[in-house]
């Protein structure tokens, strides 16, 4: 297959990507495509396909040409229950005190592609489309006397080449294009205006080193940089005050939102003790407080008197260790784990619902299946067990500026849940 062919075909997978992730750690995938995502994440310390383009550029001159084609259905189900405090004005912050819901998205696919091109003994080209991060929910009329509908979806577009300088050292860079939606519609009986899908392109990078001191053991180091977005611009409309037909209308025009995404900072190692065994390992930061933190993301620009958000995440470190065992030659027999603390801040009631990254645990598992010498098909599959997180938040919402709203009301309990399954398929082709 040509090189300008799989070039169009990893940007139509870019531009059709469109229904949401969600993600795992925070609002990040676990690992990128089926290889990784079935040794819990892996992909710094240990180069398992052409998804190195993403994870660690350095370790892309060991894998040759290749072209890696995935997929991901990510399927989980998540609920929250919540009661308010009455202060005298109706019970407008919980309709169904106590009663659990459950959000009505479903499913979602999740793309991944890569094809890496050697230039010479050294130098390796590589191109990747993957599925990265994303997160939402679509409740029914409970919170705030409304519907609650959030969704963020982002896919990355990574150019990117590596140098081996030698058998022990290899670096590699990429820039990191990509395209990210955003949506929601919350609190409309408060007069919130539906701020519907806007789309924004970001920039960003990725540096990547791997280091192989003795002939069994990788030691890999990834940074990857802040993903700088354009605002994301909503045109949202006039509605009428909630207040009543005495009160003047509710402005609308254009909303901005600076809405970026965090830099992450990986250290891994892979061992190799015998030929058929390999076991790797990453430590992965992520710096959730610079773009999730407090009063983030934040409006640049405000017509409509939206709730400002207040996700106040804290920075996350993630844990992933994976095996991969091949007792034949043509069966790789895989399996991880990945734990990573919710970054989620208790008291911000809201927010956990309507963003609710609240998985800690992934157990993974897959198997790669050689057809030859040229094609190898990978499956995998994914559990993350149910996970929760329990607070109150007593502040209201803030109202509009000509609606007094329920002042003195808020939510004196609130529990969100979330129980992920995944399942990953892939084929690569070697050249």
């Known amino acids: 297959m040509k090189l300008h062919k799989l070039t169009y075909l990893g940007a139509a997978l870019l531009v059709t990507a469109a229904t949401p992730a969600y993600a795992t750690n925070g609002m990040r995938m676990i690992g990128f495509g089926p290889v990784q995502n079935s040794m819990g994440g892996v992909g710094v310390g240990a180069t398992l396909d052409a998804a190195s383009i993403l994870s660690n550029p350095a370790g892309i001159t060991e894998l040759g040409g290749r072209v890696d084609f995935g997929a991901t259905f990510f399927l989980p189900t998540v609920k929250y229950s919540a009661s308010g405090i009455d202060a005298g004005h109706g019970n407008m912050l919980v309709n169904q005190p106590g009663v659990t819901l459950e959000s009505s998205r479903g499913g979602s696919p999740i793309p991944a592609f890569g094809i890496l091109i050697p230039i010479d003994d050294q130098w390796t080209f590589g191109i990747g489309a993957y599925g990265v991060a994303g997160m939402g929910v679509d409740y029914g009329q ?64 990725t540096v990547g080193v791997k280091i192989t001191p003795i002939e069994m053991l990788t030691i890999g180091v990834a940074f990857e940089t802040t993903s700088f977005f354009q605002d994301f611009a909503y045109n949202t409309g006039v509605r009428p005050n909630p207040a009543g037909a005495s009160y003047p209308p509710l402005p609308g025009g254009i909303d901005k939102l600076t809405f970026n995404q965090p830099c992450v900072l990986t250290v891994g190692a892979s061992v190799r003790p015998i030929d058929m065994l390999l076991i790797a390992a990453d430590v992965e930061w ?17 017509s409509s008197g939206a709730m400002p958000w207040n996700m106040n995440w804290s920075s996350q470190f993630v844990f992933k260790i994976g095996v991969q065992v091949t007792p034949l030659e043509w069966l790789a027999i895989r399996a991880g784990y990945n734990y990573g603390k919710n970054p989620l801040d208790a008291s911000r009631a809201f927010e956990n619902v309507a963003f609710p990254a609240v998985t800690e645990n992934h157990i993974t598992l897959g198997a790669g299946f050689n057809l030859g010498k040229h094609v190898v098909i990978n499956v995998g599959g994914m559990y993350a067990p149910s996970s929760s997180i329990t607070g109150s938040n007593a502040n209201p919402p803030y109202g509009t500026p ?8 808020g939510i004196a309990s609130y529990t969100t849940t979330m129980t992920q399954v995944g399942l990953d398929a892939g084929i690569a082709y070697k050249f």
Do not use: C
């Not at 509908?149 to 030698?166: D, E, H, V």
């Not at 000509?402 to 009301?409: E, F, I, S, T």
């Open 402 to 409: 000509d609606y007094p709203g329920p002042y003195g009301q």
């Open 142 to 205: 409970n919170l705030y006397s409304s519907t609650t509908f959030t969704s963020y979806s982002q896919m990355r577009f990574t150019p990117g080449i590596a140098y081996k300088l030698n058998k022990m050292f290899s670096f590699g860079v990429t820039v990191n294009a990509m395209w990210a939606t955003t949506e929601w519609n919350v609190a409309s009986a408060f007069g919130q205006a539906t701020h519907d899908t806007a789309g924004a392109f970001g920039i960003g990078g």
């Open 286 to 302: 992520i710096n959730w407080s610079a773009t999730n933190g407090a009063d983030k993301p934040a409006f640049s620009q405000n």
